[in-house]
Every structure is written in structure tokens, then in C-alpha cells.
């Protein structure tokens, strides 16, 4: 099931952009449209979309010629820009000095500056309206009270369903509604149930959360014939465990991906965090946490490990990092043993070797490479 949220907006937008090879006749070619497009991960269903309308853009379209580049500066990875003619649809992603990047066509469309306010202006507008707020819990409590009801969006599928809060001091803990609303909430989950942390929106009186949840019905119950037997968890920023009173990370990384700020999380991440970051996006099955890691999207070990995703049931290191403070370095291979769980095999213990990069001593951590070793 699609769900689009769309955002109609009638632009002047009195700047030139340069024009598209992708046409094999630029100037027969009439633009039909350009729509912004925001979407969590290359996977998601949910959309936002911001559509931008203006004659005058349409008729300087085609007056300059791109430039041939082989790669983008760093691209805001959740947004792009799809122009559509007659003839094309070309997707250009949005680098951070807001000028355009054709990547089937390796070339760079830059833009005035003019054009590049106007530009971050409507992505800041499009990321807004998709992604949730990023919410302490403290905060988060009192706008969810117990007892109230709220609507829950999972952010990839973009399924919604009612949920009221019934306990929780340290955390929510939610109940479905109704049935149907169990019904929604165990299709986000492809109809098991599950301890797996999903970043999910919580829209109450106008105001949408960053939240995380899991899908497992467990404890006390509280609204009968709803087909849930128990409660399910919602955590917030900063929020922590009933038992332990600790913060879970898992759920914390999920928090940053419902708030649209995954790349702010690893700017401020130490490579260890990184590493962590990994492991929960194997654990999780996120998909987008684990491309978000890598210095390189098109590395062959990101490949292996997104190919492998869904056949492995957990990760787990051996033991707790000893973390050294990096210093000046802007590179170090980190060992870190594991034992894995193959969904019907026995758990194999191995080591991952990480190579941690950053460009310059300002500049994230990121993983350059991962080689996994077989352990004793």
C-alpha cells in the first residue's frame, strides 16, 4: 500500500536552470512538470512530494548545457528532483551546495545562487512535512498523555494506525485501538510479530513525533477485543527501558531516522558508534541505516551485506568495545567479534575488521571497508 502526502505549490521561479542531455532534442521537448521528492530509503512507500510550477522555468530550461562530472559532491540522500517532458523523466539528486546531479548521465547541473535559496527552501519545506520532530521524552510524554489516543505511520511502509497510550513513566507503552487497527499495525511487521525497532511518525493534535516502536504484544493488557494481548513500546528521544532504565540504542537510531537527521547522528558518531550503527542496522534489517555507514554506496561489501540482509536473524559483539580516542588519525581498523544467527543455522563466531575513514579531522567517520574473518 502507497501512501503519497503531497504538498502543491505554484513557484516563480524567475532563475535559469541549466538543461538535461537526457533529451535527445532539448528544444522540441515541452517540461511537463518538476516535483520534489522526499522518501526515507530508496524502498520506502511513503512519499512526500512538493510540485513546482512555473512557465518561467520551463522556458529557460533548455538555454545551458550541464557539465560532465563523474561523481557528486555528498548528496542529501533522502530528496530529489524529478523533471518531467513530453518525452523524459530525469531524477537529479541534491548535493549540498544545492546544485543538480544526473547520475545515469554523469553530469552536474549548477545553479545560481538564487535559484540554490529558493532550492534548500523547498527541500528544508518537503523534509518537514514528511519527517517527525525530533522530541525529548519529557516532552513527548506530555503531548501523549495516558490514556489518549494517537495515530502511529510507519515511515517505510507508510501504513497508519490508531494507538492509545495506556502506561508507561519511562516510555510509551501503546495498545492498537480495534482490531483493524492490530491488523494494520501486524502487516507493518508482514503479518509476525516482532522485537525488530521501526521508525515510525505519532501524530497527535497536530503535531507529529519521531518515534521508534517494536511489534511485539507483551505484559499488561488493557483494551479488550482488539486482538493484541499486551502492550507494544514506543520510545522518544532519550527515552530508556522499563527494566534497565538504560537507553536503548537500537530504538535511538530509529528516533533520528523518523526526524530525517540519520546524517546528523553520524556526524556526531565516533567510530565506534559507527560500528554500533552497523551491527543494529543488520539486526534491525534497515537497509537505509546500513548504506547511511559507508563512505562509498556502491562499495562491494555494502553490497554483500544488503544482499544478505534478511537471512540473517541477529548479530551480537562478543564483547564490549575498549574505545581509544582516534587523535589525529583519519583512519583505523577496528576488530570486532561477533556471533551471528542465520535464520535454521547455528550461530557461526566471526570477527568484522572495520576499516574506519574520515576525509579531515572535522569530517564523519564513515566504513571503508568491512572483511569478516572466521572466528575460534
Known sequence: MKKWMVIPLLLWFGVSWHGSAAAAKPKKEIMTEIVLVVKASD????????????????RRWNKNKPVPAEVA?????????IVRTEQTETVYEIDHNFDLYDRQQKQMQYLPDSAKQKLALY????????????????????????????????LETGLSFNVQRRAGSHHAD???????????MKKVYQGNWS???RAV???????????????????GDGIPDNDFSGHFCIHFLDSTTHGSNQVDPDHQWMIYKAAGRLDEKFAKASPYEVIDGFLIALNQQ?????????????????????????????????????????GQAVSLEIPVPVTIWFNGQKPEHQVFVFTMKRSDL?????????HPISGK
Open 286 to 326: 534497515d537497509r537505509e541505516l546500513l548504506r547511511r555507514g559507508f563512505a562509498d554506496k556502491r562499495s562491494p561489501q555494502l553490497a554483500f551485506y544488503l544482499e544478505g540482509l534478511t537471512r540473517m536473524k541477529a548479530v551480537k559483539k562478543t564483547k564490549p568495545f575498549e574505545p581509544k580516542e582516534p
Open 201 to 219: 511518525l505519532v501524530a497527535k493534535d497536530g503535531q507529529v513525533l519521531a518515534g521508534s516502536m517494536h511489534g511485539m504484544p507483551h505484559g
Open 73 to 81: 559532491h555528498s548528496v542529501i540522500a533522502d530528496t530529489r528532483v
Open 123 to 154: 527541500v528544508r519545506t518537503a523534509r518537514q512535512a514528511h519527517y517527525g520532530k525530533l522530541t525529548p521524552w519529557k516532552e513527548a510524554e506530555r503531548i501523549i498523555s495516558r490514556k489518549s489516543v494517537c495515530r502511529v505511520t510507519d
Open 195 to 197: 522485537w525488530r525497532r
Open 43 to 58: 524502498e520506502a512507500e511513503l512519499h512526500t512530494e512538493l510540485r513546482l510550477q512555473s512557465t518561467e522555468l520551463q
Open 174 to 184: 501503546m495498545q492498537p485501538l480495534t482490531k483493524a487497527d492490530t491488523a494494520i
Open 362 to 370: 572535522d569530517a564523519a567517520w564513515k566504513i571503508d571497508s568491512v
